[in-house]
């Protein structure tokens, strides 16, 4: 699902959030989940390098904010890391793919932060096997004079827009920021088409209750549920908790597509889907686990890239799922972005837009096994 914040404001009508506006300033400072943005500021912290650079890791995309990592320090300068079967989307990643993507993600900023003190991270990937419960990567970091990498100057601004976009373009100078790492369609039908199916898959999703229900019962409403849980989709803020309350904003109400509530956010989302000026895409020739874990580290570049460029960017990956509702929308994005074959790994939306909060994490003590 991709609630946005505002969308739930936009439906939930003027005359609640009015009445729930007294003391609206006070309310918002003390409505702030701090302890749920504090890896924010905690990252570099720490006196073990192998630590310093799992602070900045942590704060790398993920799908739905799981933060599925989990992590071991071997010796003086090994790392096992894990994916956290606890977190997995079963409807709506059955196969794992975007989690694995997430885990690139993880890997290479884990890299990034490493290579910014002058350590080189020695990476391998699988090295039990693809297993359940396997890991996904041994890394051992070598004191080598790594070259520091510009785009982690991006690191603490880059974020998932989840706004609408301005409706000024991206110039083909912005774009070209991002193209080492993805391929951008600026207008034209294959952009339309992404767009097209990109909503389509929205809907399918609101209405298929299983993918649904997998949002709902991620979605973290007001601080202490966001502290309690500084993950999953949080809907945060004052106006939102005056909401939640006042008994307006509830789990029950946003599980219903058909309340005016969801409906209103539902719709709000396809607005912000379809006001994108530009789309990205990664594709890549088979799908297998290290081409995910690829995938991951290619939109985590992009998404610094996009950043450095003064540019918003949202994945949109309900068209590329892998469950029976969306099939026909998964099949439209590969033949329009990958007709020779191969998995289209990530559909973003690129343009302008106001830009998002960040988002909760867990402490890295909390990731440590
Ligand atoms: C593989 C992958 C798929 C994602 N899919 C979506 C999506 O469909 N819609 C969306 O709004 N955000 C999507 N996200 C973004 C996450 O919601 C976001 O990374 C997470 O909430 C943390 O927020 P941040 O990136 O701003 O730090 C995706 C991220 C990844 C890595």
Partial sequence: MTLS??????????GTIAAAGGGAAAFAVTRTPHAALAPWDMAGGYADPRARALSWALLAPNPHNRQPWTVRMDGDDGMTVWRDPDRDLPVTDPFGRQLTIGMGCFLELARMAAAQEGFATEARLFPDGEGPGDPIAHLRLIDDAAVPDPLFAHVLDRRSHKEPFRSDPVTPQ???SLTPHCRVHLGGPVH???????NAAHLAEAATPAAWQESIDLLRIGKAEIVADPDGIDVGGPMLEALARLGVLTREAASDPNHPAARGSIEATSDAILSAPATTTIVTATNT??????AGRLWLRQNLAATGAGLALRPVSQALQEYAEVRPMHDAVHAAAAPDGGTVQMLGLLGHGARTARTPRWPLESRMV
């Fill in 174 to 176: 912005a774009a070209a």
């Fill in 5 to 14: 914040r505002r969308s739930f404001v936009a439906l939930l009508g003027g």
């Fill in 192 to 198: 339309a088409v992404l767009l097209e199916q990109a």
């Fill in 289 to 294: 686990r290290l081409d995910q874990i690829e």
